[in-house]
C-alpha cells in the first residue's frame, strides 16, 4: 500500500505504475484531483474525513494480510437440550484436530459457557466481558492471541461473573477480526435472534438446526427457522435420534422444508468422557467425531465458503 498526499502528488509524476497506490487529499472542491490520481496511477482517491474509518480498514489489512476469509458455521437447537452446543465443539475439536486454523465462538449468554465442554473453564485468556465495547475494528491476529487455546484450538466464551450484554458493534467487530485469520470459525448460537445474533448470522456461511426426532421438537424448531431464516439463507437440518414411531430424519428435514446435513450419531459414554476432561469429537474414532470429519472434508471439497451451500442438498452425512 502507498498513500499519497495529495500535495506530493506532482513529486510522484512518472513513478512506475503499481497496485496499492491511494491519493490522499482533503479539498472536496478540487476537480483536478482525478488528473493527479491518473498522473500517478492511484487506485483511489480518498477524502478525508469521509472515508477514514475505510481507509483504516485497508491500512490494517496491509498490515495483517488478509487472505481466503473463515469458512463460518453457525449451530443452534430446535429447543432446549438438542445438543447443540456439544456439536458445535465437536465440530471445532475435529477442524483443529485435523490441522484447520480453528476458533470456537460462544454467541449464547445463557448457555453456561462453552469453554466447560472444552475443560478450558481455568484456562487464562480473555472472554466476552472483555469485548463487550469493542467498536471499530479488531485486530485478527490480536484477537486470536488473547483468547483460551486448548485441544489446538482457540475459544471465546463467557465469563462467570454477572451477565454482560454484547452489543451489535461488538459481536461485528469480533466475528469479522475471526473470520479475517481464515480456517473455520463455529458458532454457537441461541434460540432467541436479538439484535447481537442477527448481526452474527449474517457472518454465517451456513446454519445447522439440530433437532430431536419428536413431534414437539420440530414445532419448536419450525419458529427457530423462521426467524433465523429471515437473516441467513443457507439453514440447515441435524436430526437427531432416538426418533417418535413414524419419524426420521428425513421426514424432521421435510417437515421444516429445510435440507438436511444428516443424522447426528448417538456417542456412547460421552458424558463420562466430558468428565474426565476429553471434549466431544476428541475421540477421532467415535462416530461424533466421524460425522465432524466428513462435514469438513465435504465442504472442503466443495470449495470452503463457497461450496458448502451446495455440499450437503442431499443429506450426505
Not at 470456537?104 to 466447560?116: A, E, K, M, N, V
Not at 435440507?259 to 475421540?283: F, R, Y
Request: proline fraction near 6%; aromatic fraction near 4%; charge should be negative.
Amino acid at each position: 500500500m502507498v498513500l499519497v498526499g495529495d500535495d506530493a502528488a506532482a513529486r510522484c509524476r512518472g513513478t512506475v505504475r503499481r497496485r496499492g497506490v491511494m491519493l490522499v487529499g482533503r479539498d472536496r472542491g478540487d476537480p483536478d484531483i482525478w488528473r493527479r490520481a491518473v498522473e500517478i496511477g492511484a487506485e483511489y482517491v480518498l477524502r478525508l474525513p469521509d472515508a477514514e474509518s475505510w481507509l483504516v480498514d485497508q491500512i490494517a489489512n496491509a498490515a495483517e494480510g488478509v487472505g481466503r476469509p473463515a469458512l463460518t458455521v453457525g449451530v443452534m437447537g430446535g429447543r432446549g437440550g438438542s445438543g447443540a452446543s456439544t456439536l458445535a465443539c465437536a465440530l471445532a475439536v475435529t477442524a483443529a484436530g485435523s490441522g484447520r486454523r480453528t476458533i470456537l465462538i460462544d454467541g449464547d449468554p445463557l448457555g453456561g459457557g462453552i469453554d466447560i465442554l472444552l475443560g478450558a473453564e481455568e484456562t487464562e485468556g480473555m472472554r466476552w466481558p472483555d469485548f463487550a465495547r469493542s467498536k471499530g475494528r479488531v485486530g485478527g491476529g490480536a484477537l486470536e492471541e488473547s483468547l483460551p487455546a486448548l485441544h489446538g484450538l482457540r475459544v471465546l466464551s463467557w465469563g462467570r461473573d454477572d451477565e454482560v450484554s454484547v452489543p451489535p458493534q461488538a459481536m461485528q467487530a469480533v466475528l469479522a477480526a475471526a473470520r479475517r485469520l481464515g480456517g473455520i470459525v463455529v458458532v454457537d448460537l441461541p434460540r432467541k435472534v436479538d439484535d447481537s445474533v442477527a448481526e452474527a448470522l449474517t457472518q454465517m456461511d451456513a446454519g445447522l438446526l439440530v433437532v430431536p426426532g419428536e413431534l414437539r421438537a420440530v414445532a419448536a424448531a419450525k419458529r427457530v427457522a423462521s426467524a433465523v431464516g429471515m437473516v441467513l439463507p443457507d439453514l440447515r437440518v441435524v436430526a437427531r435420534g432416538p426418533y417418535a414411531v413414524g419419524l426420521d430424519e428425513h421426514w424432521v428435514a421435510q417437515a421444516l422444508g429445510l435440507p438436511l446435513v444428516g443424522d447426528l450419531p448417538v456417542e456412547p459414554g460421552l458424558q463420562a468422557a466430558q468428565s474426565g476432561g476429553e471434549p466431544p469429537g476428541s475421540d477421532p474414532r467415535g462416530p461424533l467425531a466421524r460425522f465432524c470429519t466428513a462435514f469438513w472434508d465435504l465442504a472442503d471439497t466443495s470449495g470452503g465458503a463457497d461450496g458448502v451451500v451446495a455440499a450437503f442438498g442431499t443429506g450426505a452425512l
